[in-house]
């Protein structure tokens, strides 16, 4: 009785688990495709990122997506502000060795303030170079989701500082 009742659990699971291999062949392939419809756009070294972008670079040999903006205190144009503000960029970066991991950039470096316009990955050193659009008075910061873009420069990291590796 036990060995009929653990045979069907077996079989019931390997059922399950097969639907789950299938549903994840679906998702990486939708995915796959995502990637290949974006163009590289470069400038030189600069690579530029619409908000949600992925993209494989193959010449550094990791993955970057643009997730989002996390902040933008920036003062919008037209106006006159005590502080020009800051905006935060979350930039997710995957190389073929490492885990996924979200890096915040600024436009601004801020003592005191965990801003930083460049940071180390995986032997690089990645600084963020623009980030567009700028807030308006009349629209500010809100309306601008999903329209930002930023430009970012990857080069090798020569000072091989281990302990700055992320």
């Excluded at 990486?28 to 400038?43: G, M, R």
């Excluded at 990955?121 to 309306?143: C, D, H, R």
């Amino acid at each position: 009785m036990y060995k009929n009742i653990i045979v069907g659990l077996s079989i019931v699971s390997l059922v399950n688990c097969n639907a789950q291999k299938e549903t994840t062949k679906q998702t990486t392939t939708q995915q796959a495709t995502i990637v290949n419809e974006t163009p590289l756009k470069k400038d030189g070294n600069i690579i530029y990122f619409s908000e949600g972008e992925n993209k494989f670079l193959p010449e550094f040999q990791m993955n970057v997506t643009f997730k989002g903006i996390a902040e933008d205190s920036r003062c919008p144009k037209g106006t006159q502000c005590v502080w020009a503000g800051v905006a935060v960029a979350n930039i997710e970066f995957m190389s073929i060795t490492s885990r996924p991991m979200i890096l915040q950039f600024s436009t601004a470096e801020v003592k005191g303030k965990d801003y930083h316009k460049t940071q180390s990955f995986n032997g690089y050193t990645i600084s963020l170079k623009e980030l567009t659009p700028y807030p308006s008075a009349q629209e500010g910061a809100k309306s601008l989701s999903g329209k930002y873009k930023i430009a970012i420069e990857i080069t090798k990291d020569d000072s091989q500082n281990q302990s700055t590796m992320r």
